[in-house]
Structure formats: structure tokens, C-alpha cells
């Protein structure tokens, strides 16, 4: 008769290759989302250089995007002045609170609850971020737009997208993000974090950078609407010709239109509305200054002296049924302006938008200004 099996005390596994049974209180808290990139930075060694590459002041109030259970926010209180942290997970923001309660630095701590990207933000001197990777790019254009930017900004992001703030031209990650990035403020790489410091780790490795915007005197003075406005277009295919993307693209001659239309309204300028028919074979349309007018088209003249004989002639070929296309003779108008500045102006149209550097895009804007056509 055989024995019956003994439970063993403290409900131990009955063979060595069962999972060992998970101790509840080791488990987190809370799951991380997904939704808001959630990756917190788990060094501590790291996250005190990140704090000690921002060159902080006393009187210094930061700004931390996302500050997550609170591991930067810590290091950032021990030398700044004031810390206003911007956490869309209410339950990382009840955690950040709650590593400050009942301590002198909880009433230099202000937490807002929202999406940073549309939330008006006060004024501060300094933006420290562990990044979620969803809004790195519109967190970058957001910085670089303030009336008012910050003296400085150290950043974490993902490896590629921190590579593309820093790429030149005709390098493969260069990109409208480049120019911007470059334009407004001088990038620096500061270092680079393996994603084992990370909890959960993420699939790849980051990177942390400085931003520091360019201010008073260095700043450009142009629109940043405007010149973001006219990059949009250019690196719309980058590996186009700026041909291709201008006067090859029917959306993008109709919105410089209604630019233009409204660029002429403010200045009090009479635009030409006259719908016009232009045929393939036939009448053709010119510009002459601001004006368009018609060209008649030129005439064959068939010698018969030097026509070839009947049985060397082709066969007759069915005529073509004539396309008509009708227009504003304003779209004729800004598509020859247009024309103007890549061929005759800055003789660009045919570089592509992935090798041209700042000075080329400045010339293009400058350019089209003065022709009246604007992006903002």
C-alpha cells in the first residue's frame, strides 16, 4: 500500500523545479503605463549628474516634466530654490508629494497636475526631464517657442531621437527636429544611460542632453511659426528635391495661396480673381511682373518640300481628348513666385531639403518674404 504524500510545512513546493512562490510585498505598488511611457530612472549615481550638469542656483525654480516616483525631484530640491513638477499619472504624483511630506522642502514643491504640452506654464529658469518618449518632439518645440525660454534644459531621450537634435546635414538622421533644435539653441551631448537603469527597462538605450536656448542678442529675429511653417514643408519628403516639394505638390501651392491672399488683404492689396482655363495644347499663361496674361501658343510651320514620302509617314494616331485645368490667376501668380525663389533667387530647387544647411533654409525664407509669400 503506498504512502500518502505529507504536506511539508510552510506549504514548501514538492519538487526543486517548481517556481519559487512570489512574496506579495516585493510586488510594485502600482503597474507602470505604457499610455504615459512610464520609465523610472532607478540610479540614483545618474540621476545626481543629470541635477549636477544643469549648473543649478540657489534661486533657481526648475521645471520637471514627468517627475515619476520623485528620484530627480529629490536631488533637484537639494539645490534649487523651487521645483514645479508636471505629472499627468495622478498616483506618480501622489508618490512624488508624498517623498517630500512633513519635510522643510515639501513647500518648495508645487505639483500640476495635466499634459505639460498643453498646459501654460509659469516662469522658471530651468527644465530638468526623464522624457516620455511620446511627447519628446512637441516637448522640444514647446521649449524652444517660449516668449521667454529657459536659461537651460538637460533632457533625457531615447538614444535616436536625442542623435537627430544633434545630426548635420546630408547625415541620415537629419531632420526638421535638426534645424529647429540648432537654430534656437546650442545642443550638447552630456552622456549616455544603458536601459538597465531603468524600471521597467526599456527596449533601448537613452540619452541625456543640454539645451540651452540662445537669448538676447543671439537669439534670431524671425518668427518661429514662420520659420517652423516653411521647414514643415522642406522636410515634408526630405529626400525630394525642393522642386518636388514646392511646385510638385498641389496641397502646398493652394496653402501658400490662401497665405498669400491674406498677406495681400492685410496690406490692403488687390488680388486678381479671375478663374482662368489653361490647356495643355493650347493657351498658356505667363506671370510679367504680378500680372498674368496670356501667350498664345507658338506655331508649327510645316514645310512641304522637306515632308518625307507618304509611305515613309506613321499612321495616323487618334487625337488626345485636351485636359482643362481652371484656376485663380492668383494660384498662377504665387506658383511663378514660387518658381522665382528656388530657380532664379537662391538657385535651390534642385538640392534636397537633407543637405541644405541653416543658411540655405534663412535664404529660402528670406526670399519668399520679400515675394509676400508667408508660413504663420
Known amino acids: 500500500m503506498g504512502k500518502a504524500k505529507a504536506s511539508k510545512r510552510g506549504g514548501a513546493r514538492s519538487t526543486p523545479y517548481d517556481r519559487p512562490a512570489k512574496n506579495p510585498a516585493t510586488n510594485n505598488v502600482f503597474k507602470f503605463s505604457k499610455d504615459f511611457g512610464q520609465h523610472i530612472l532607478k540610479n540614483p549615481g545618474i540621476a545626481e549628474a543629470i541635477v549636477n550638469k544643469a549648473y543649478l542656483k540657489p534661486t533657481d525654480t526648475v521645471l520637471e516634466v514627468g517627475p515619476g516616483t520623485g528620484n530627480l525631484t529629490v536631488k533637484i530640491l537639494e539645490q534649487a ?8 499619472d495622478p498616483r506618480m504624483a501622489a508618490e512624488t508629494t508624498k517623498r517630500v511630506q512633513g519635510k522643510p522642502e515639501q513647500k518648495r514643491l508645487e505639483v500640476l497636475l495635466g499634459d505639460v504640452i498643453k498646459t501654460e506654464l509659469p516662469s522658471f529658469d530651468v527644465c530638468i526631464s526623464n522624457t516620455p518618449y511620446q511627447i519628446s518632439s512637441p516637448l522640444v518645440f514647446k521649449l524652444l517657442s517660449l516668449p521667454n525660454p529657459p536659461r537651460t534644459c538637460v533632457l533625457m531621450f531615447q538614444r535616436e531621437f536625442a542623435l537627430r537634435l544633434t545630426a548635420r546635414p546630408d547625415d541620415p538622421l537629419y531632420c526638421r527636429l535638426s534645424v529647429n533644435a540648432q537654430f534656437w539653441a546650442r545642443i550638447t551631448h552630456i552622456l549616455k544611460v544603458g536601459r538597465n537603469n531603468f524600471r521597467p527597462p526599456p527596449q533601448v538605450d537613452s ?4 539645451i540651452e536656448p540662445k537669448l538676447g542678442s543671439e537669439r534670431p529675429n524671425i518668427s518661429f511659426e514662420e520659420w517652423d511653417g516653411m521647414l514643415r514643408i522642406c522636410f515634408n519628403r526630405r529626400n525630394k528635391t525642393l522642386r518636388a516639394s514646392w511646385l510638385g505638390n498641389k496641397q502646398v501651392l493652394l496653402l501658400l495661396e490662401r497665405n498669400y491672399r491674406l498677406w495681400c488683404a492685410t496690406n490692403d492689396i488687390p488680388v486678381d480673381d479671375e478663374q482662368v482655363t489653361v490647356d495643355n495644347d493650347d493657351e498658356q499663361w505667363e506671370v510679367v511682373g504680378d500680372e498674368v496674361v496670356s501667350v498664345p501658343p507658338a506655331m508649327d510651320i510645316d514645310e512641304e518640300e522637306d515632308a518625307p514620302p507618304s509611305f515613309f509617314q ?10 482643362h485645368k481652371t484656376f485663380a490667376k492668383v494660384y498662377l501668380l504665387v506658383k511663378e513666385k514660387v518658381r522665382r525663389v528656388l530657380e532664379d533667387v537662391t538657385e535651390l530647387a534642385d538640392k534636397r531639403s537633407g543637405k541644405c544647411d541653416e543658411n540655405d533654409f534663412l535664404r529660402l525664407l528670406r526670399a519668399f518674404n520679400a515675394e509676400g509669400i508667408h508660413f504663420s
Not at 530654490?81 to 499627468?88: L, S
Open 314 to 323: 506613321p499612321e495616323p494616331q487618334v487625337e488626345k481628348t485636351k485636359s
Open 81 to 88: 530654490k523651487k521645483v514645479i513638477a508636471v505629472e499627468m
Open 207 to 210: 540619452s541625456v542632453v543640454r
